[in-house]
């Protein structure tokens, strides 16, 4: 079992920067592959970016290729969503999720453990 715990959410200008984090309990954590996921209102909830269990393997969403950056430290149970350059689309809450797979699936039903999201607004 894979507890997770995010923050880092708030509210950012347009063009501003957030830095997520998702902090995960139990001593399996570098077993998993780890996502972040967003959900706006009134949508279904999308993958933003996976990363795999070494950190050596990352995928992103089209839309957010070259502005946002999943990492992860096995060493303190951590993975982190670097946002840049922000824009209102961007606003949803978001969850990190872990997949007792090793390597990632990349759709949000792959996954196993969910935090409780952090929210993510974005003004114009």
């Known amino acids: 079992q894979v507890q997770l715990v995010e923050s880092g959410g708030g509210l950012v200008q347009a063009g501003g920067s957030l830095r997520l984090s998702c902090a995960a309990s139990g001593r399996t954590f570098s077993h998993h592959a780890m996502g972040w996921f967003r959900q706006a209102s009134g949508n279904e909830r999308e993958t933003v970016a996976t990363?795999?269990?070494?950190?050596?393997?990352?995928k992103y969403a089209d839309s957010v290729k070259g502005l946002f950056t999943i990492s992860r430290d096995n060493a303190n149970y951590t993975v982190y969503l670097q946002m840049n350059s922000l824009k209102p689309a961007d606003a949803a809450v978001y969850y990190c999720a872990a997949d007792k797979d090793a390597l990632g699936g990349w759709w949000a039903p792959e996954y196993d453990y969910w935090g409780q999201g952090t929210q993510v607004t974005v003004s114009s």
């Open positions: 990363i795999s269990w070494s950190g050596g393997s990352t």
